[in-house]
């Protein structure tokens, strides 16, 4: 039961953050400043370098939570001098509408922006730049124009010093934190990041498995012993992410979408059905008497053998819920995969994981206290979770079987459970609380698998609305049909479409049968009211990568994807939005966010519910 | 048994106080609300005079002997043009009780007289340019932010300073003892 409770408490609390998972990062650094504000010079910081005698190289760091207005950022040279600015290259902004001067681009990130000087003879030797920029804080205030006077010594030749470095746009937070990165504060960082993500039901299939572990020790474990087991758990699953974050930094190359497939679904659904079967007391969990023997001989000669084989656990268990954690991991390979910096990212991915990791070790260091010692009460305990391994089960090959075939799975794990609660079984009078409350619970869970076998029988796909069919027709319903997307095979495919929509946006859709987030958005967001009104005009394109051909790989590596779900606009020009791109699940309410900051120049379609 | 419950409640409100701090976390931080720093002072204030929203030049002197909101804004600052309709409701609402509220822009006569055409508030608004960051400045926003709010007695010395977004509530708490 105290185990149950806490398990819910993680449900219940997670909401509370899953909101705040897409700037999660940055407010847990500027939230370090409390209710305090920055100084205009820690909000806003410029440096500016000299690449050769005509051209200067400015960045203006923003610091997070605080954004620049593109069009009040200005250099000159202080008057007197015959040189003049003769252009100032600033990188895209971020659209914000603002009710009084319309459209107005922001930068809430850090910049870089190159000053083109004109000389009329030979350059002088210094210069003396007046810099000037404003901008505001998102806590509700607003700097000054902030004016800076720089002297620069200028080469007296004309070579070029340096080649600038590629100004790619880094579209995420993640990768944003680490670029500005110092390695302590990224793995604190990523630490807390993951710390975030414990608390989100990602890590929910991974505690029963662990206590699966520790329960089948048999004899009740002392609590340092099954510390250390969960301990070792945890680090194999961080191996696992930190692995597959460095190879694909190396290779380019998404494991994750190797991973997706339906043989590596189905083997993981497998191991879940094992576990269950195992925790139901059909058998207890044992290797041929003969392998094991053997490996007894082994483990006996290493220290610590039991323990390798929690860790290689763990390993597999991170790989198995690794689609729960796309979008962090998306921005972290990114970063990898660009600079090849493979330290950095994989400091950041162990952090990352070992915060993920957290409950873990406290349901591992509570274990020996935590779980009840023998009887009746235990296997109890043990048929939960069996129940909800087979959940897991029947959840983790979703993508690769239809949709009612999974609401029949759901409804024969509820009805079964609910014959075993006692469901149907008369209450001899005068019986406990107990037993009437889990008479209850029974009939609610009979009840509800009852209602999720008749949709899968009608051919519904949806486990939270299993009757939606059946009710009468065309009532004005949420859920509209389908978007209409036109595939898209190849890049030259892709440049085609995007030529011929000249005058209306773009929206491109990268999707697989494999990815569970596809799904999600074809049928929630995509099927929501408000989405399909606002993309009424919208071109819409898909490239289906299930096959993940060549065509496929030259799609994702254009716009630095590495899988779907992957979701990119295109203006009326066709110019890539590339810092409105959306990696990783959105629901609806987030999608009509994000489709609005891409029309920001679209009057009258902004709903006062809505942050334009 | 015992123990495990009390290890149970830890980690309940660990967790519980975790999601309300990320919940204070997300919501706006209050503004920031400082005495009077040393040296500043409000004669700069009534020595001032500023074009009104019709181009009149207007002295500064003529509010002397009320209780006074200064009000320093930009058309460009979003949080300041998200509180004017509050800062117009409390001079309407206070305005015979001896309130004036002053909105001085740091905008020039021309951008702060369009702003005024389309948003209309029931108080003076002033064109203060650079003018107005300096008075700002003296009146103790060392730190160039916008909005920024000063609260006057009415023998015109400084009773409070607020950097950032303010609501009705917490000057209503500052004011309403002076009136």
Redesign the interface.
Known sequence: MLRILLITLFLLTSPAIAGTSSNSLSSLFDDGNDAKFLQPDQAFKLSVSVQDASTLQASLEVAPGHYLYRDKISFKLKEGSPSTVAAVDLPRGEAKHDANFGDTEVYHRSIEAVIHLQHPGTPPGNITLLASYQGCSEKGLCYAPIRKTLQLDLPSGTTKLEDSKGTGTVTDDISNLLQGGQLWLVAVGFFGFGLLLSLTPCVFPMIPILSGIIVGQGSHPGRLHSFNLSLAYTLGMAMAYTLAGVAAGLSGHLISNALQNPWALGGGALVFVLLALSMFGFYELQLPSSLESGLVNVTNRIKGGRFAGVFVMGALSALIVSPCVAAPLAGALLYIGQTHDVVLGGVALFALSIGMGVPLLVVGASAGALLPKAGPWMNAVRNFFGVVMLGMASWLVGPVIPGPLQMALYAALLIVSAIYLHALDGLPPRSSHWAKLWKGVGIILLVYGAALLAGALAGNKNPLQPLSGLRAVAVNADNAPALPFSPVKSLDDLDRAIAQAKGKYVMLDFYADWCVSCKEYEHNTFRDVRVQKLLKDTVLLQADVTGNTVQDEALLKRFGLFGPPGILFFDREGRELAPLKVIGYQDADRFVVSLNNVFAAKEGECSATVAC | MQ???R??II??GV??L??IL??Q??Q?????QVSPAAGASASPLFAASFPDIHGKTQPLEQWRNQVIIVNFW?????????EMPELSALHAKYQSRGLTVLGIS?DDAATMQQ?AS??PVSYPLLAGDMEG?RL?EMLGNN?????FTVILRRDGSLVTTY???INTEMLEQAFLPLL
């Open positions: 123990r495990n419950r290890l149970l980690i309940a967790i519980l975790f999601s990320l919940d976390v997300r706006h931080a209050k503004p920031e930009a058309s460009w600052c979003p949080p300041c043009r998200e740091t702003f389309t948003s960051t700002a730190r160039s932010v916008l909005p950097f950032g977004r």
